[in-house]
């Protein structure tokens, strides 16, 4: 019996690329926190 895929997963260069974004955003969004606090979640 072969396999059939129905779907393949992202190249590692285009996760490692979406990795590195969501980074951005995340360290964004806690330095935001840090500086504005409760304020910031706020908005969130």
């Given at each position: 019996?072969?396999?059939e895929y129905l779907k393949r997963g992202k190249?590692?260069?285009d996760?490692?690329?979406d990795d590195?974004?969501?980074r951005a955003v995340v360290e964004a969004t806690?330095?935001?926190i840090e500086t504005r606090?409760?304020?910031a979640?706020?908005?969130l």
């Amino acid at each position: 019996m072969t396999i059939e895929y129905l779907k393949r997963g992202k190249p590692e260069a285009d996760r490692a690329e979406d990795d590195a974004r969501t980074r951005a955003v995340v360290e964004a969004t806690l330095k935001d926190i840090e500086t504005r606090g409760d304020a910031a979640v706020r908005a969130l």
